[in-house]
Nanobody
Framework: DVQLVESGGGSVQAGGSLRLSCAAS????????MGWFRQAPGKEREGVAA???????SYADSVKGRFTISQDGARKTVILQMNNLKPEDTAMYYC???????????????????WGQGTQVTVS
């Protein structure tokens, strides 16, 4: 079974930093993109950062220059370094592998085969 475990969330003041980690096990789709998503109450799900199988990265405009996504060589751990956090970054953050590179709003009809439990980020 594929398991995705996100960690590293917390509460910080604006301008602070957090480092989110996504540990993937049982995951063998090395050609997939790994993405970080977030969803705040009452708002749509949003892809904020993604890293492709070749290591190329993509970011939503809202986080560009502040967030950095990286992965280990085995693609078992994906990190999201978040700097200069803003209150609008407050959301539940999730990681997910997918053949599609999702950046920006993700339509409600889209379902991901693998989805973690998320980690809460609160910026005040």
């Amino acid at each position: 079974d594929v398991q995705l475990v996100e960690s590293g969330g917390g509460s910080v003041q604006a301008g602070g930093s957090l480092r989110l980690s996504c540990a993937a096990s049982g995951y063998t789709y090395s050609s997939y993109c790994m993405g970080w998503f977030r969803q705040a109450p009452g708002k749509e799900r949003e892809g904020v950062a993604a890293i492709d199988s070749d290591g190329s990265t993509s970011y939503a405009d809202s986080v560009k220059g502040r967030f950095t996504i990286s992965q280990d060589g085995a693609r078992k751990t994906v990190i999201l370094q978040m700097n200069n956090l803003k209150p609008e970054d407050t959301a539940m953050y999730y990681c997910a592998p997918d053949p599609t590179l999702w950046i920006g709003p993700v339509p409600e009809y889209v379902t991901f085969h693998y989805w973690g439990q998320g980690t809460q980020v609160t910026v005040s």
